[in-house]
């Protein structure tokens, strides 16, 4: 379910069945690296509208928690810590970060939640058939990844 008012109706009617939410980690750079944050969120933002529909029931979408990548690691870490908090307080049994900032893999381990790591494609001169096709064949690589993580309790 999408973070969206008709999606949450549906959610608060089906609270008991919705045991997952996925919060996309999306960098927000003005320097060098601009067009790499922006490649990364873009790709995040439309692999997670891809996964909602996979899974739609089962977990909830949330909006992107968007950062600035200059941030401490610390402060980042402390806020999805918060996230996470809220989260579990909530009834949420699993909950899955989904990023393409590799910075990501060295803080899994301060994390609570799941992280998931994909590296970004760049998409920005593909047309919309070829876009499409590709971020289908990464959210079928994701399905198996959630229901193994699932099944793992994680």
Do not use: C
């Not at 045991?19 to 067009?35: Q, W």
């Not at 810590?81 to 970060?97: D, T, V």
């Amino acid at each position: 379910m999408k973070w969206i008012s008709q999606d949450i109706d549906m959610f608060l009617k089906e609270k008991q069945y919705v045991d997952t939410a996925v919060l996309p980690l999306l960098p927000v750079s003005f320097g060098d690296d601009i067009k790499k944050s922006v490649a990364m969120t873009e790709f995040i933002s439309l692999l997670s509208v891809q996964l909602e529909r996979q899974f739609r029931g089962r977990l909830i979408m949330l909006p992107g928690y968007a950062y600035i990548k200059s941030v401490s690691e610390d402060k980042l870490v402390s806020s999805l810590g918060e996230w996470e908090a809220e989260l579990k307080s909530q009834g949420f049994k699993h909950i899955f970060h989904l990023t393409s900032d590799s910075m990501w893999n060295a803080l899994e381990d301060r994390l609570e939640g799941g992280l998931i790591w994909l590296p970004s494609l760049p998409l920005e001169h593909m047309e919309e058939n070829y876009k499409n096709s590709i971020l289908e064949d990464q959210v079928k690589q994701l399905l198996a990844l959630f229901v193994q993580k699932w099944q793992n309790g994680e």
